[in-house]
């Protein structure tokens, strides 16, 4: 048999960093469209401003879920451990976010498809629920994750979980569900401004961004200081072999206050994670304020910045445990074999840059600003 030119720890981290990148790619992507869709009944006033709206989005997003498609199917080869208990546990909030994003293909298909008022703002209505929705149990499930998650396996590593659908709604994860819709709406508002033509819709995307904007630096450090002083947060207080296979419960866990912010010790570049958070988001208001299509890129390096810093607080962990600390899984004892992880490292080699280089291709055709007469347009949306 072939050696594995790859270590069993090393394969670990990057696959850690690779499905953290496909989440990233997904925020920055599919983000800027969900949260334009949670804009649409504020900046567009009549029809034709909606429909401008609706047409500046519609062309890209179906091929932005590519990277969600992508994120759940390498978390479910890479970490199985941890796509059986989240699945498992946010199941009903899953299927919440899975009903709000099927809102968006039949609304943009079906919205224009008769000239009453009435089913027009009804689909309007529903475009703003497939955007607002996911963005906000987008960020509720890492405010859960962050806390801990009440499960356990027993000795033969079978997940149970103890929870419910309301029990995510807990005040910490609403607070990082808040922080989520303002990173996605300021996102968005930034698209919007990148993308239409000068007026009166652009005009009110850059004025409801520049306050989301104002909300993601107040909500993103109010979860800081509550990670700093709360009794949140894991640590493992035992051995823990890097290159040992998947068995969650070799090793032991205690939680303690501040433990998420300890990285940034231990690993000091960690730190460019939030100041990137921070750092692209005052970009992004002044962008926002100036109305310049470049904001775009700093939205999008925030919500880099946010997601990373989410990972880099928590490494080693990926879903911590609140019934069984010791069952918390982590990026040393919850992958898949060495074997899968290298043959799918070799097909996300292949095939990543593809995606990349569609990606920008369809971007450089679709490039410009959209105007009124060309959204009302036969054939639009």
Not at 48 to 61: A, D, F, M, Q, Y
Not at 92 to 112: D, E
Not at 131 to 140: E, S
Request: with cysteine.
């Amino acid at each position: 048999m072939t050696e594995i030119p790859l270590d069993y720890a090393t394969l670990k981290i990057l696959w850690w960093g690779l499905v953290g990148a496909l989440l990233i790619g997904f925020a920055v992507t599919d983000g800027y469209d969900l949260g334009a869709a949670s804009l649409l009944p504020f900046v567009a006033k009549t029809d034709k401003e909606r429909r401008l709206v609706i047409n500046s989005v519609g062309p890209t997003w179906e091929g932005h879920q590519v990277w969600l498609i992508t994120g759940g199917g390498a978390l479910f080869a890479a970490w199985p451990f941890v796509y059986a208990v989240s699945f498992s546990g946010f199941y009903l909030a899953m299927f919440v976010v899975l009903a709000a994003l099927i809102l968006r293909p039949v609304g943009f298909k079906y919205r224009s498809k008769r000239q009453s008022a009435t089913w027009r703002s009804g689909w309007d209505w529903a475009l703003f629920v497939g955007g607002f929705v996911p963005a906000l149990i987008f960020g509720v499930a890492l405010g859960n994750v962050l806390q801990g998650v009440p499960f356990n396996l027993d000795s033969t590593l079978r997940a149970s979980y103890d929870g419910g659908l309301f029990g995510l709604l807990n005040p910490f994860a609403l607070l990082c569900g808040l922080a989520s819709v303002a990173m996605l709406v300021m996102h968005g508002a930034a698209y919007l401004v990148a993308k239409l033509e000068r007026g009166p819709v652009l005009d009110r995307a850059a004025s409801f961004g520049t306050w989301a904007g104002i909300g993601v630096l107040i909500f993103y450090a109010a979860a800081g200081v509550w990670l700093m002083v709360s009794g949140m947060g894991y640590r493992i207080v035992s051995e823990i072999d890097p290159q040992a296979v998947a068995n969650p419960l070799r090793k032991e866990v205690v939680v303690e206050t501040g433990a998420w912010l300890a990285n940034y010790g231990k690993y000091p570049w960690m730190i460019a994670a939030p100041v990137l958070g921070f750092a692209g988001t005052v970009l992004a208001i002044l962008g926002l304020r100036k109305k310049t299509g470049w904001t775009i890129v700093a939205s999008g390096l925030a919500a880099s910045g946010i997601i990373a810093s989410v990972g880099a607080s928590m490494f080693p962990f990926i879903l911590p445990s609140t019934v069984n600390p010791n069952a918390s899984l982590t990026v040393w004892d919850s992958a898949s074999s060495q074997t899968t992880l290298f043959i799918m490292l070799i097909v996300t080699v292949i095939f990543l840059p593809i995606i990349l280089l569609y990606t920008s291709w369809v971007f450089k055709v679709l490039w410009g600003r959209l105007d009124t007469e060309e959204a009302n347009s036969a054939g639009a949306y």
